[in-house]
């Protein structure tokens, strides 16, 4: 079947055997006092090689961008080779791997941080609907600190850290998270940036954080390799945004002249992200649909062969079917994962789905 899924791609900086994108999911495996990935995540990876590129879950820069127990890292040495274990087990299998530099900001708990600080944020707004996931169960979240214009230049710093320190692991490039209510996306949005100074206030403001780290990143690893991830009116997380459609224009104006490796779009709310901002990226653009927009083949081949994207990433379908585009390609049904199994824990549920060659 000549699915355009499964043609190859060539673009500015990624030359791919496939339009699969494995997208990046938490799977809280690692260390949680080290934050070394589990020697199990090489064979997890490298078993998922097939996709066209993958993205790792998102990996902390520093203790306080930590979101949950047993999030990895990639501050220290030890954290960078074990992290060199899995880009080697991935490259063996003839794969390609993205590291996805990630903070969280508000959305973590004294519980989960190193001696029991409280979390940072654009400011002091507290999620009240939700609870959060800690070792010790559940628990309401807290009123993060806002961080001082000092912090904030040392978080860009610790961001572009961490894009170096992926190169130095072997990863083929890096993903900057700025979605699903996250830090970057707590600046961009405004019901949780009440910031008066520089980096709040007017749309500039609210995008300068965003902006300040694409540009360190890039300066420091070389735009090619870096991917921007954003999710235009998403409310994940307790976010909503007044004005998406001139907030994302913005951004993407901002950061389309650095040539980036591509630009990662999540459509999920009532904007239509894709076909508004597909005409303003020159570049690559990978397609995401979550929420109420269907999210399997079909729409993913549609998206393709309508121009609204180069490339389409799949989260869940990748956890229990490693050989995702074997099965596009074959046709074949695809297994369902255990929800129960999809965070923390050992090879259950993680590397012990079989590949389609071994179902027969």
């Known amino acids: ?21 494995m997208a990046p999911m938490t799977r809280e495996r690692a260390d949680d006092a080290t934050g070394v990935p589990s020697p199990l995540t090489k064979d997890y990876y490298a078993q998922r090689a097939t996709a066209g590129l993958i993205v790792t879950e998102g990996i902390w820069p520093s203790p306080i961008a930590k979101g949950g127990p047993g999030v990895p890292g990639l501050a220290t040495d030890a954290q960078v080779a074990g992290w060199r274990e899995v880009t080697g087990a991935v490259h063996a299998a003839g794969g390609r791997i993205f590291a996805q530099l990630w903070h969280v900001g508000r959305m973590t708990h004294p519980l989960i941080l190193d001696g029991g600080v409280t979390p940072v944020a654009p400011s002091p707004v507290r999620i009240v609907s939700e609870q959060i996931w800690t070792a010790e169960g559940c628990a309401e979240h807290v009123t993060p600190r806002a961080l001082t214009a000092a912090e904030i230049e040392t978080t860009v710093a610790d961001l572009a850290a961490e894009a170096r320190n992926a190169i130095r692991a072997g990863f083929d490039g890096v993903e900057v998270h700025g979605a699903n209510g996250y830090l970057i996306h707590q600046f961009l949005a405004e019901n949780t940036n009440r910031r008066t100074d520089g980096y709040g206030g007017s749309l500039a403001g609210r995008l300068r954080f965003a902006v300040e780290v694409v540009e360190a990143v890039a300066a420091e690893v070389g735009p090619g390799r870096v991917g921007l991830r954003i999710s235009p009116d998403n409310p994940e997380n307790e976010l909503v945004e007044e004005d998406p459609q001139g907030t994302y224009r913005a951004l993407v104006a901002a950061v389309e002249p650095l040539g980036l490796a591509y630009l990662h779009v999540i459509e999920r709310g009532r904007y239509r992200a894709l076909a508004d901002l597909r005409p303003r990226w020159e570049g690559t653009l990978v397609a995401n649909f979550n929420g109420p927009r269907p999210t399997g083949r079909a729409a993913a081949e549609e998206a393709l062969s309508a121009g609204l994207a180069d490339l389409f990433s799949f989260g869940r379908l990748f956890i229990a079917n490693p050989d995702l585009p074997a099965r596009f390609a074959a046709d074949a049904p695809l297994a369902e994962h255990d ?5 923390g824990g050992g090879a259950e549920g993680y590397t012990d789905y079989p590949a389609l060659a071994v179902r027969r």
């Open 339 to 343: 929800p129960a199994l999809v965070h």
């Open 1 to 21: 079947m000549d699915s355009p899924l499964l043609r190859p791609y060539e673009g500015p900086h990624l030359t791919l055997p496939n339009r699969i994108v």
